[in-house]
């Protein structure tokens, strides 16, 4: 029919791909379900536009109208070409950085397609660089953490060591990178986000890791007081703690112990013991080797003493012990009841005697001392028990009004007993009853009340008994808070009523201290006259015939306006007439001001409201001001003093004195009272120089000369004048000093000593060293004359001094000779030792190294360098048909000499042995030789077909041989053993034999077979867990 024919144009068209259509073509769009009409389809309705990472995925809706779709898509803005989709989703692969649009449009074959359905523009972002967080270590690993960065997949990092950037390296989602450093580099990393589209730019290079060197430190030295023992070592730059070890005897070391920074650790000694000691530096990167071991340190035995008598005497304990050969004092220790007291001194007597108490049980125990310390304690003495008295039962409470009884039973055997009460938790001291088991008090308001009672004796008392039930006394209200009133300076306060109240008790606060309390009776109110410059506040509380309740809650403050101090008067004077005057104060109404003549204060004087006040002065006097300001309710405290003004006379300066510091001569003198100015004059060799005004300044430097005479004369002058010069100072002279001569250096080692002559009146040198051409800070070395220094090898060393007194210096000496330490030697006598596989290289030592460093060369190149520390020796495995050889050399702090080489050793391995066989019976038996193509070489055997080992029979003549099989091997010190051959032996008079070749490995352990031919038999089957013989 025609429309069975259209529907299968529609599908057959649905799979091509359609030429697209724009919108609009073909007839106008309507509803063709409603109307009937030859309508284009309506637009679609998109209900999903999502992205993920850089795919979009879009979903739609239509009427069942539609045929196919139109779909578009803008890139930046720019429409792409339409494609034809028949299905209602689609996903658009997008890429980064770009914005994205889409549009859809329905359409059918026969009426073309409709308006086009337009998305929101759509940014797809950039991926951003994380940041790198943190840099952190653990040891020698670096690890390196960064942040996350939206929509990545995966994170690649770099790391730069002493300024190269490395490999790129995927690290998948993980978001930190580890590396193994090396001491002496340096370290940074950075690190990219990246998902399927590409990578971001690399993020800032994290902070540089910088890993230090670290110094291995000396063998510590030992010092001990008594039983304690101390290694002390000298520190490493860049440590930043140390660890120490301790081996008792020729025992092994010790745990790590951490010192931090601690230059010293301490070890309390056993006596027959030797302690040895031994260092390592550490830093946040890991620690360097040990140390070599320190020197040991004894200490001498000292018997245990016996285990002590014990005698008794009503309750007097004597403990007695025999003689410790050597012990100059004996401390002993008493047991009360299990609890050991403090040691006792006992010099050398061999007992000790205490007073016992009932109910406790005692021993004893002893130790020998002498000048190193003591023993351990001898074995504890047998217990003695004194008997004990009952524990008092538990007091009964019973109250009358405030009257409070507590009372018990008696107790067989007490002569008396002792109460105890407890007030709000409490304890008070205990009180004796007698013999009376009643015990009474008076209670007070607010308390809670317990008895406890004790039982005694003529020998002491029990412990307490149980507490009582407690007991408490009804408490009264607190007072309410107060209210205050203020009429002008007086102040009244007043609070509420308080039920059962007998009086009232009132504290006022001035300026935060409280007063004594105030008995206002049954009145409630209290008023007082304030203070200007006060805060007043309140606090009450009830009372009744008992007691008094707590204070109220503080009333609000109330604070009085004070009046401002004067401020400091200014003095200006015109000729003799002084003028002070002052700043107003807000609120006075007139000023009082005192006037002080050379030191003493006259009345107060007052001037109203005028600020000022003159006076004429008189020479040879000092003059100051202070003034305070008044209104009607009193005066301020005075202001601060003015400056003194003096009306000078003018005396005559007194006599310079001369000091000296290098060439630097300082003339000093004391004040002149009126002085605003000083001349001095200088002599030099008795010829007076021209007058230097130095002001008010006190004090006048020259620079002397050597050989010279110097003396200082000064006058006092005012305004109107000076004074006559003053006495001459003392001469001083300046003594000659003749310069060093040339230093003489001796070299022993790297120690280098440089020595000079006297320098007649030298109080002290001062010496410069060089070091390969660069000269150091001075150096002073008192009236000594030579300086010793530790010289680094291939560094050239020069020297100057010069001579000094209190004067100063001279220049420095001619330059001594340049010395440079020697080289240090490179190792000699070095040897190979081989056993099997094991192969041991030794050397001898070397004047001066601290450490030995040692390279192996096999397959054609030496290996990393490795240190041996202080050790002359070093082990290791080697490799069958390997040749080795190794060279090594000596090392100090700042060098090492040049490698000393061996000879080469080749690790070789023998060949089996031969198996020779000859038929002697006819079938019954065959007489069997072995034999090995190496001298000296010894073949073992076994006839049970079990594997060869180093403990099998030997081999020293031909074998009768009943049994079918034997495995042979051979040995030699120098070789390693070969593998083992298993021969099977025909008896049945066939002279032909089968070979079969065992392969073992290094254990001894068999590992597979083959035949003569090389083919293999069989291979043992590796399982690292062991053969499973039952399924459990």
């Known amino acids: 029919t025609p429309k069975t024919g259209l529907l299968l144009l529609a599908l057959l068209l649905s799979t091509f791909s359609l030429p697209a259509m724009s919108a609009m073509q073909g007839f106008p769009e309507?509803?063709?379900?409603?109307?009937?009409?030859?309508?284009?389809?309506?637009?679609?309705?998109?209900?999903?536009?999502?992205?993920?990472?850089?795919?979009?995925?879009?979903?739609?809706?239509?009427?069942?109208?539609?045929?196919?779709?139109?779909?578009?898509?803008?890139?930046?803005?720019?429409?792409?070409?339409?494609?034809?989709?028949?299905?209602?989703?689609?996903?658009?692969?997008v890429q980064r950085g770009n914005s994205?649009?889409?549009?859809?449009?329905?359409?059918?074959?026969?009426?073309?397609?409709?308006?086009?359905?337009?998305?929101?523009?759509?940014?797809?972002?950039?991926?951003?660089?994380?940041?790198?967080?943190?840099?952190?270590?653990?040891?020698?690993?670096?690890t390196a953490n960064w942040g996350s960065s939206a929509e990545a997949t995966r994170y690649e990092v770099q790391a730069r060591t002493n300024g190269s950037w490395g490999s790129i390296i995927n690290r998948g989602t993980t978001r930190n990178y580890s590396l193994a450093g090396i001491r002496g580099s340096r370290y940074a990393f950075r690190v990219r986000a990246c998902d399927s589209s590409g990578c971001s730019p690399f993020s800032s290079i994290s902070s540089e890791v910088v890993i230090l060197t670290l110094a291995t430190p000396q063998a510590p030295t030992i010092s001990n007081s008594v039983f304690t023992v101390t290694a002390n070592w000298t520190s490493i730059s860049g440590a930043a703690r140390y660890d120490v070890q301790v081996r008792t005897n020729s025992g092994t070391w010790s745990g790590t112990i951490n010192k931090n920074v601690d230059l010293n650790h301490s070890v309390t000694g056993v006596r027959g013991n030797s302690y040895s000691f031994r260092v390592r530096a550490c830093d946040s990167f890991g620690c360097t080797g040990y140390s070599a071991a320190s020197s040991a340190f004894g200490i001498p035995s000292l018997a245990t003493p016996s285990r002590p008598s014990v005698t008794n005497s009503n309750l007097s304990l004597t403990a007695t012990?025999?003689?410790?050969?050597?012990?100059?004092?004996?401390?002993?220790?008493?047991?009360?009841?299990?609890?050991?007291?403090?040691?006792?001194?006992?010099?050398?007597?061999?007992?000790?005697?205490?007073?016992?108490?009932r109910?406790?049980?005692?021993?004893?125990?002893?130790?020998?001392?002498?000048?190193?310390?003591?023993?351990?304690?001898?074995?504890?003495?047998?217990?003695?028990?004194?008997?004990?008295?009952a524990v008092a039962p538990r007091p009964t409470v019973s109250a009358s009004g405030f009257d409070l009884t507590a009372s018990w039973g008696a107790i067989a055997g007490a002569s008396q007993y002792e109460v105890q009460v407890s007030t709000n938790g409490t304890w008070a001291t205990a009180v004796s009853t007698g013999l009376t088991p009643i015990f009474e008090i008076t209670g007070v308001r607010g308390s809670t009340y317990i008895f406890?009672?004790?039982?005694?004796?003529?020998?002491?008392?029990?412990?307490?008994?149980?507490?009582?039930?407690?007991?408490?006394?009804?408490?009264?209200?607190?007072?309410?808070?107060?209210?205050?009133?203020?009429?002008?300076?007086?102040?009244?306060?007043s609070w509420g009523p308080?039920?059962?109240?007998?009086?009232?008790?009132?504290?006022?606060?001035?300026?935060?201290?409280?007063?004594?309390?105030?008995?206002?009776g049954t009145t409630r109110t209290h008023t007082i006259t304030g203070v200007r410059g006060n805060i007043y506040a309140y606090r009450v509380r009830a009372c009744d015939s008992f007691d008094?309740?707590?204070?109220?809650?503080?009333?609000?403050?109330?604070?009085?306006?004070?009046?401002?101090?004067?401020?400091?008067?200014?003095?200006?004077?015109?000729?003799?007439?002084?003028?002070?005057?002052?700043?107003?104060?807000?609120?006075?109404?007139?000023?009082?001001?005192?006037?002080?003549?050379?030191?003493?204060?006259?009345?107060?004087?007052?001037?109203?409201?005028?600020?000022?006040?003159?006076?004429?002065?008189?020479?040879?006097?000092?003059?100051?001001?202070?003034?305070?300001?008044?209104?009607?309710?009193?005066?301020?405290?005075?202001?601060t003093?003015?400056?003194?003004?003096?009306?000078?006379?003018?005396?005559?300066a007194p006599k310079p004195t001369v000091t000296s510091s290098d060439l630097a001569l300082t003339a000093s003198w004391g004040p002149v009272a009126g002085a605003n100015y000083y001349d001095i004059q200088v002599s030099t060799n008795g010829t007076w120089a021209q007058a230097i005004n130095t002001g008010i300044t006190r004090t006048h430097t020259i620079t002397a000369a050597r050989g010279s005479a110097y003396a200082f004369r000064v006058r006092a002058c005012d305004s109107f004048g000076c004074s006559n010069y003053s006495t001459v100072s003392n001469a001083l002279s300046v003594p000659t000093l003749a310069v060093p001569s040339t230093p003489t250096v001796v070299v022993s080692g790297l120690s280098l000593t440089a020595s000079w002559g006297v320098v007649s009146g030298a109080s002290r040198y001062e010496i410069q060293v060089g070091t390969n051409g660069t000269w150091a800070d001075p150096i002073n070395t008192g009236t000594t004359r030579s300086h010793s220094i530790t010289g680094a090898r291939g560094s050239t060393y020069t020297y100057r001094v010069m001579a000094c007194d209190s004067y100063g210096c001279t220049a420095y000496s001619p330059v001594s000779n340049g010395v440079t330490p020697p080289d240090l030697a490179g190792p000699a006598a070095l040897t190979i030792i081989s056993s099997e596989l094991n192969v041991e290289l030794s050397w001898g030592a070397v004047v001066d190294a601290e450490r030995y460093e040692i390279q192996i060369h096999s397959g054609g190149s030496w290996g990393s360098v490795i240190n041996r520390s202080a050790n002359r020796n070093y082990a290791f495995e080697g490799a069958v048909g390997t040749s080795y050889k190794f060279r090594v050399r000596a090392c100090d702090t700042p060098t090492c000499s040049a490698f000393s080489e061996s000879g080469t050793i080749t690790i070789s391995q023998l060949s089996p042995p031969t198996v020779a066989s000859e038929d002697t019976s006819g079938g019954g038996a065959r007489l069997v030789s072995l034999s090995s193509g190496t001298n000296g070489a010894v073949i073992r055997y076994t006839l049970d077909d079990s594997p060869v080992t180093a403990a099998s029979a030997v081999y020293t003549h031909p074998l009768m041989i009943r049994t079918g099989i034997i495995r042979a091997k051979a040995y030699h010190e120098d070789w390693v053993a070969s593998d083992e051959r298993r021969v099977v032996l025909s008896l049945s008079g066939d002279p032909d034999s089968t070979v079969i070749f065992i392969h073992v490995d290094i254990l001894g352990s068999v590992i597979g077979e083959t035949d003569s031919e090389g083919k293999l038999i069989r291979v043992k089957e590796y399982k690292p867990f062991g053969e499973r013989k039952e399924e459990q």
Not at 56 to 74: E, H, P, R, T, V
Not at 321 to 342: E, K, L, R
């Open 452 to 493: 406890r009672v004790s039982a005694c004796d003529g020998f002491g008392c029990t412990s307490y008994s149980t507490a009582s039930i407690a007991f408490s006394v009804p408490t009264l209200a607190v007072a309410p808070k107060p209210t205050v009133v203020s009429s002008g300076l007086s102040l009244t306060t």
């Open 498 to 520: 308080v039920s059962g109240a007998s009086k009232y008790e009132i504290q006022v606060s001035t300026n935060g201290v409280w007063s004594a309390a105030v008995n206002k």
């Open 30 to 93: 309507c509803d063709a379900m409603s109307i009937g009409g030859p309508c284009a389809p309506l637009m679609p309705s998109i209900s999903q536009v999502e992205r993920s990472g850089t795919s979009i995925n879009l979903q739609w809706q239509a009427n069942s109208s539609y045929d196919y779709f139109l779909f578009g898509k803008s890139v930046n803005g720019s429409w792409e070409a339409d494609q034809s989709v028949v299905y209602l989703s689609t996903s658009v692969s």
């Open 321 to 357: 012990w025999g003689t410790v050969t050597g012990a100059n004092n004996y401390d002993v220790q008493v047991s009360t009841n299990g609890s050991w007291g403090t040691a006792i001194s006992k010099g050398v007597t061999t007992n000790h005697t205490n007073l016992g108490t």
């Open 548 to 639: 008094c309740t707590n204070y109220s809650t503080v009333s609000t403050a109330i604070n009085l306006p004070t009046l401002g101090a004067a401020p400091r008067p200014a003095v200006s004077s015109s000729g003799l007439e002084l003028t002070a005057s002052w700043g107003a104060v807000s609120g006075a109404s007139e000023y009082e001001i005192q006037v002080s003549t050379n030191g003493t204060w006259g009345e107060p004087i007052n001037t109203g409201a005028t600020p000022t006040y003159k006076i004429s002065g008189v020479r040879g006097s000092t003059y100051a001001y202070r003034v305070r300001a008044c209104d009607s309710f009193g005066c301020s405290n005075y202001s």
């Open 359 to 389: 109910g406790r049980t005692y021993a004893y125990r002893v130790r020998a001392c002498d000048g190193f310390g003591c023993t351990n304690y001898s074995s504890a003495s047998t217990a003695l028990a004194i008997p004990s008295l």
């Open 641 to 652: 003093v003015s400056n003194v003004q003096s009306v000078p006379t003018l005396a005559v």
């Open 100 to 142: 994205y649009a889409f549009r859809l449009a329905a359409c059918s074959y026969m009426h073309g397609c409709g308006s086009y359905t337009h998305t929101n523009t759509i940014q797809v972002p950039l991926l951003t660089a994380p940041a790198i967080t943190s840099v952190s270590n653990s040891g020698l690993t670096l």
